[in-house]
Nanobody, 119 residues
């Protein structure tokens, strides 16, 4: 199983970006997908998560600005980020809690994509 993330980059404060992450491999089912971020010198933190039935959870710092969505048919999760702030600058990692035919239930991480918000 692999998770591949796309969409990071440099944006000015107030701008928008969309991250995407696709899971591939011998996937049986995906229970939840999410995005975490880690800023320099800080711990990795949950940004947003979405379950297979569409329930979502957001960090307080991004509520009202970020939206997580998923395409179950494509095993893909998206993070739409609006009204970006310099404090959103971080490496963003996608995560999937899934079951595969090969390894059973496991937690998987993507490679990380850098988002830089300039002031």
């Amino acid at each position: 199983v692999q998770l591949q993330a796309f969409g990071g980059g440099v944006v000015q404060a107030g701008g928008s970006l969309r991250l995407s992450c696709a899971a591939s491999g011998s996937i049986f089912s995906i229970h939840a997908m999410g995005w975490y971020r880690q800023a320099p010198g800080k711990q990795r933190e949950l940004v947003a998560a979405i379950t297979s039935d569409g329930s979502t959870n957001y960090a307080d710092s991004v509520k009202g600005r970020f939206t997580i969505s998923r395409d179950n048919a494509q095993n893909t999760v998206y993070l739409h980020m609006n009204s970006l702030k310099p404090e959103d600058t971080a490496v963003y990692y996608c995560n999937a809690d899934l079951s595969s035919w090969d390894e059973g239930a496991n937690d998987y991480w993507g490679q990380g994509t850098l988002v830089t918000v300039s002031s």
